[in-house]
């Protein structure tokens, strides 16, 4: 019997590579669904090529997509579409792959329907890590991370007892200012931190890597997916991304995930669990590979791994907050609106003004995540003010 898989995000650069490892094993893998935010024409093509019962598209375009779409290939849209692909069509397994907070409703109700769910969306669990992995326990849901960190993680964790764990080591490529000065970081401007010098991302992502906010919230990801307290997960810097993550077991053994800066590896391992096929990803050699460097991140260079931290360790609705103001803080710099620097010191701006709720339901972290932005943008806009005063 093939898996029945729906994709959620599928337009983006996750759900692409995923449509990948899926032609590649077209004989195992049935694609039944297919969801985007907003690129309809991207979204009518891969309906014409994989035929799916159902696509859904969260803004708007319902006509023109229609239109395109092939026959016998229902076409849902609106702000409820993404969560509708997954509760209408019967599926196995659920790719979680939106960017964002928008893929987290859609998320919560595949696990809801206790549907396997390969979760690329981390800002799922940092946002509701403490609703949704409580969630999937009582309804026999399985959450598998498709983050090249959390995978080699989730793999390295096999080769011991969860209790044995000493820490977690999360990998960092330090993105292209790992070495700046804090005047360079200042002059960054968005074309050079979209440059990544090692994968190839979304642009929300790349810049998350740049100011290494990703890693702040894989920090978080990995407190709720592994359930490890904050001060046992760690970062180390390593550019040439060939080690994933490492997990270190008490008695000494470190056992680390190597591979090629491939985000087909992870996807296809989250797809065929506990099973491994065939990969279309390069694969590594060691005779060419050369050394590999790791060094301490810079604190002062990189406050985000702090901010993350924090974070972590209080829990409650700081990681909506978190979430949600870096995002904001994100667009607002790639628009060119504010300084590379001033995403991370704003998004710990609105945290310190928030009131943290230790236990949240989703109703409280959603509610968290829109104050954030409004605040964010408050925020945002004395600096914007200050700097058109200073012209």
Not at 64 to 93: F, H, K, Q, S, Y
Not at 124 to 142: E, I, W
Not at 203 to 226: G, V
Not at 289 to 312: N, Q, S
């Amino acid at each position: 019997m093939k898996q029945k898989v729906i994709i959620l995000g599928s337009t983006g650069s996750i759900g692409q590579n995923t449509l990948q490892v899926l032609a590649q094993h077209a004989d195992a893998f049935d694609v039944v669904g297919l969801g985007a935010g907003t690129r309809w024409k991207a979204l009518a093509t891969q309906a014409r090529y994989w035929k799916p019962q159902c696509v859904a598209l969260a803004n708007g375009a319902h006509a023109e997509l229609a239109g395109a779409a092939p026959a016998g290939c229902r076409v849902i849209t609106g702000p409820d579409a993404l969560t509708r692909l997954v509760e209408e069509t019967p599926c196995d397994c659920v790719v979680s792959a939106i960017v964002g907070a928008a893929g987290l409703p859609a998320t919560l109700r595949a696990v809801e329907l206790g549907r396997k769910v390969a979760i690329a969306n981390k800002e799922a669990l940092v946002v509701a890590g403490s609703v949704l992995m409580p969630l999937a326990r009582r309804t026999g849901a399985t959450i598998l991370p498709i983050d090249s960190e959390h995978s080699a993680v989730f793999q390295a964790l096999q080769a011991g007892r969860r209790e044995d764990v000493e820490r977690i080591v999360l990998t960092a490529s330090g993105g292209p200012f790992r070495t700046a000065t804090p005047a360079e970081l200042a002059r960054v401007t968005p074309a050079d931190a979209l440059q990544h010098p090692t994968w190839d991302m979304g642009p929300k992502i790349t810049i998350d890597s740049a100011t290494m906010m990703n890693k702040a919230l894989e920090i978080i990801e990995a407190r709720w997916l592994f359930d490890m307290p904050h001060d046992r997960i760690d970062v180390v810097i390593h550019p040439e991304s060939i080690v994933h993550s490492l997990v270190e077991y008490r008695d000494g053994s470190v056992i680390a995930q190597l591979g090629t800066p491939d985000m087909r590896t992870p996807i296809q391992y989250a797809l065929t669990y506990p099973q491994r096929l065939p990969c279309p990803a390069e694969r590594l050699c060691l005779h060419t590979l050369g050394k590999m460097t790791f060094f301490a991140p810079d604190a002062e260079r990189f406050p985000a791994l702090r901010i993350g931290h924090a974070v972590a360790q209080r829990g409650g609705t700081l990681g909506a907050v978190l979430n949600a103001a870096n995002e904001e803080a994100n667009k607002l710099f790639r628009s060119g609106a504010i300084a590379f620097t001033d995403i991370a010191a704003l998004t710990e701006e609105v945290l310190d003004q928030h009131d943290c709720i230790a236990e949240p339901d989703l109703p409280a972290l959603l509610a968290a995540d829109g104050w954030a932005r409004q605040r964010l943008a408050q925020c945002a806009a004395r600096i914007t003010e200050h700097a058109a005063r200073s012209r």
